[in-house]
């Protein structure tokens, strides 16, 4: 876990699903494997936890920008979630963010600025959402689109220990722009905790062909690495296993 990748990781991956357009999703030509029965949708969009309760490892996952209830969007993501729990013994949180987002009306997302106010918010949910759903365990965090930002944030200015101390590391997923440069503080992110980003290469919003966001995090001696695979702006099972189940 202390040790540093100082190169960007191309994985090139085939996708499962394609996404609606919630979120900045781009549109695709990926479909859906099979159709899922009406009462699996309603179940997974009721869901507050997904997987096994006598689960052998733990998650806590970041829905990005979304309407009041979950979207069709997030509906596909989390049943990516669900077939990735059981096959790997993971039980996951599904917080819900109650923070309205500014630049769509009636949707909600984690934060835009990411201040102090908006991750001392988003953290309390997430340690409620994690009590609900298996206790006091070490947890991977995981963030879509705007929720992949929300982390990303902690990382980069080393406030994830402090915040979410149970936290062992954090996977992002289409969320790999960096729309301004890191702030000056702290000097060094060495010790402040491990992000793996995983983007789209068509993810139209979110893929920045030259990594800026990874070399600025590097600059700083980050724990961070890029996964690229070939797909939008959607969680796609492969490349999410593939980084879930390894260390």
Known sequence: MLARWLSISVV?????????????????????????????????????????????????YLH?????????????NREVLASIAERLSMRIALPRS?????????SICWGWSFDDTELDEATSTLRAAAATCFGDKP???????????LLTRLVSTCTLGRRMPRATRVVTVGSGNLSAPLGPQPTSLADCGELTMLVGERDQYNFDPKGNLLKELHAKNANAREVR???????????????????
Do not use: W
């Open 64 to 76: 990005g920008m979304d309407g009041q209830t979950p979207s069709d969007q997030e509906i596909g």
């Open 12 to 60: 090139l991956l085939s996708c499962k699903r394609g996404p609606s357009t919630t979120d900045n999703a781009a549109p695709t030509t990926e479909k859906a494997s099979m159709p899922r029965s009406a009462q699996a949708e309603s179940g997974l969009r009721s869901a507050r936890c997904l997987g096994p309760t006598n689960a052998t490892s733990f998650a806590i």
């Open 229 to 247: 695979f070939d797909g939008g702006h959607l969680l796609v099972t492969e490349p999410l296993e593939r980084v879930l189940s390894t260390r």
């Open 98 to 106: 109650t923070r309205a987002c500014p630049t769509q009306k009636g």
């Open 139 to 149: 947890v991977v965090l995981v963030g879509f689109s705007n929720g992949g930002y």
